[in-house]
């Protein structure tokens, strides 16, 4: 059977969206999964994230906003439930990037961007650490 390019890209472009989250019913609006023990322990919308407490940190080092906001990673964990954490895997459109317990202060957050994003930045953290577009954290990895 033969197929048209546009067949063709139709077909990866909808493989696309469903690796990254998307076309799963229910599931349109979370921005961020929390998992440990190979499990899902909750999935945040854009709006629950807000509702954490807010943290502002300087970011120097950044090439746009020198002032970001967010919710703290640990208080992320928290409010999901993760206990025993040794580290963390953040996981996103940049390469993953993975936390001690130590290395989770109040200035390592996950801000919203402008295009409704989430992007880890820390007050010392360089940018090559930084994970834009983040969609996962997985505790003890």
């Not at 001690?100 to 820390?122: H, M, P, Q, Y």
Request: proline fraction near 4%.
């Amino acid at each position: 059977m033969r197929y048209s390019a546009a067949h063709a890209s139709a077909v990866l472009l909808f493989s696309v969206g469903l690796a990254a989250g998307g076309g799963c019913a229910g599931h349109h609006n979370d921005y961020l999964v929390v998992r440990q023990d190979s499990r899902t322990l909750t999935s945040f919308t854009l709006r629950q994230l807000q509702d954490l407490p807010q943290v502002e940190i300087v970011t120097p080092q950044s090439r746009g906003a020198v002032r970001q906001k967010g919710p703290t990673v640990h208080s992320i964990l928290d409010a999901a439930g993760a206990i025993d954490v040794r580290s963390v895997r953040i996981e996103g459109r940049d390469p993953a990037q993975t936390f001690v317990a130590a290395e989770l202060t109040d200035e390592l957050i996950l801000n919203v961007t402008k295009r409704k994003t989430l992007k880890l930045v820390g007050t010392k953290l360089d940018v090559g650490r930084w994970v834009r577009d983040v969609t996962s954290l997985v505790v003890n990895p």
